[in-house]
């Protein structure tokens, strides 16, 4: 006899995104049809300049429709979490589409007790290139990376992509949620993934589980440099937090330099370091407990 599913809540992240959700949600409701186990979908929606609710509730009567109280990017899972009800919860960006069979093989390597989330493979939108799999560590010049690697089955990563990942949601509560620290973009999913390492819990890559995503589309940066500016940000704040030998430190230094005297990312540089060094002051490197981050949970009732 084949193990109970866990229940599961699917909830998308959504910003200004009625064009993005055409896509998903009638993807999702063929994958909840597919999902031999109990499963809900909700929208959890950051307030933007157009209101998506009426649009998404006329078509998608059966997909719950939930307000952050503000726009705070993926940092609004922390609001909702403690308003859940059921152990996993899978994380989507709302600039996917997904396979019909995507839920179970995402699910299902959560019945190990020591395992903390599960990533899907990606594709681009028209299915030619894999977009995202597993990560594993890499070295350059003093800086700690992750690389990509694809495999023909589900096996350890070093992190699970917040943008299309399930999670043990009393785990994800207990290592504190999203830190804040890497706020508005970029690095959360590493962060929170290495904070429940550090608990001994694993994150898995399921390649079975795969999403088609439009790259960049819900932040609608597209080849902005702000976009580059976030990454050098976040690559910053997570070499000081987990990977701040002195050996390391000194080489990643000399880099920087070098790339300023040549002249070839001057600017974008500089301003991660200062904006990454303000961000790790002002938390003092320490991760929030969610208690403390969040805003007192709102009830409410589907479709309200």
Same mark, same amino acid.
């Given at each position: 006899?084949? *193990?109970?599913? *866990?229940?599961?809540?699917?909830?998308?992240?959504?910003?200004?995104?009625?064009?993005?959700?055409?896509? /998903?949600?009638?993807?999702?409701?063929?994958?909840?049809?597919?999902? &031999?186990?109990?499963?809900?979908?909700?929208?959890?929606? +950051? =307030?933007?300049?157009?209101?998506?609710?009426?649009?998404?509730?006329?078509? #998608?009567?059966?997909?719950?429709?939930?307000?952050?109280?503000?726009?705070?990017?993926?940092?609004?899972?922390?609001?909702?979490?403690?308003? /859940?009800?059921?152990?996993?919860?899978?994380? /989507? +960006?709302?600039?996917?589409?997904?396979?019909?069979?995507?839920?179970? =093989?995402?699910?299902?390597?959560?019945?190990?007790?020591?395992? #903390?989330? !599960?990533?899907?493979?990606?594709? $681009?939108?028209?299915?030619?290139?894999?977009?995202?799999?597993?990560?594993?560590?890499?070295?350059?010049?003093?800086?700690?990376?992750?690389?990509?690697?694809?495999? @023909?089955?589900?096996?350890?990563?070093?992190?699970?992509?917040? @943008?299309?990942?399930?999670?043990?949601?009393?785990?994800?509560?207990?290592?504190?949620? #999203?830190?804040?620290?890497?706020?508005?973009?970029?690095?959360?999913?590493?962060?929170?993934?290495?904070?429940?390492?550090?608990?001994?819990?694993? $994150?898995?890559?399921?390649?079975?589980?795969?999403?088609?995503?439009?790259?960049?589309? $819900?932040?609608?940066?597209?080849?902005?440099?702000?976009?580059?500016?976030?990454?050098?940000?976040?690559?910053?704040?997570?070499?000081? &937090?987990?990977?701040?030998?002195?050996?390391?430190?000194?080489?990643?230094?000399?880099?920087? !330099?070098?790339?300023?005297?040549?002249?070839?990312? =001057?600017?974008?540089?500089?301003?991660?370091?200062?904006?990454?060094?303000?961000?790790?002051?002002?938390?003092?490197?320490?991760?929030?407990?969610?208690?403390?981050?969040?805003?007192?949970?709102?009830?409410? $009732?589907?479709?309200?």
């Amino acid at each position: 006899m084949e *193990p109970k599913l *866990p229940a599961v809540c699917v909830a998308v992240l959504n910003w200004n995104g009625r064009v993005h959700l055409a896509d /998903l949600l009638p993807s999702l409701q063929e994958a909840k049809r597919a999902y &031999r186990g109990d499963c809900r979908l909700l929208v959890l929606d +950051n =307030p933007g300049p157009v209101d998506d609710e009426f649009w998404t509730k006329e078509r #998608f009567p059966d997909v719950e429709w939930v307000k952050s109280p503000t726009n705070d990017f993926l940092f609004s899972y922390n609001w909702l979490m403690p308003q /859940l009800s059921e152990d996993v919860v899978v994380l /989507l +960006n709302n600039d996917l589409r997904v396979a019909p069979d995507f839920i179970e =093989p995402l699910v299902q390597p959560l019945a190990d007790e020591e395992t #903390f989330a !599960v990533s899907a493979k990606s594709l $681009s939108w028209d299915g030619s290139e894999v977009t995202s799999a597993g990560y594993r560590v890499g070295t350059h010049r003093g800086w700690t990376y992750w690389k990509g690697f694809d495999s @023909g089955k589900t096996v350890e990563t070093l992190f699970a992509v917040g @943008g299309f990942m399930a999670v043990d949601r009393g785990k994800f509560m207990e290592v504190g949620g #999203f830190d804040r620290l890497f706020f508005p973009a970029y690095g959360e999913d590493v962060d929170l993934c290495l904070r429940a390492k550090q608990r001994g819990w694993k $994150s898995l890559y399921a390649p079975e589980s795969i999403v088609w995503h439009k790259e960049g589309a $819900s932040w609608n940066y597209g080849d902005d440099p702000r976009r580059a500016f976030l990454s050098y940000k976040t690559h910053f704040l997570v070499q000081w &937090r987990y990977f701040n030998r002195p050996l390391a430190s000194a080489k990643r230094n000399a880099f920087c !330099v070098m790339e300023i005297l040549t002249k070839r990312r =001057p600017l974008a540089l500089v301003k991660a370091w200062w904006q990454a060094k303000k961000a790790w002051r002002m938390h003092a490197g320490i991760s929030h407990d969610w208690r403390k981050d969040a805003i007192v949970p709102v009830q409410y $009732s589907p479709n309200s």
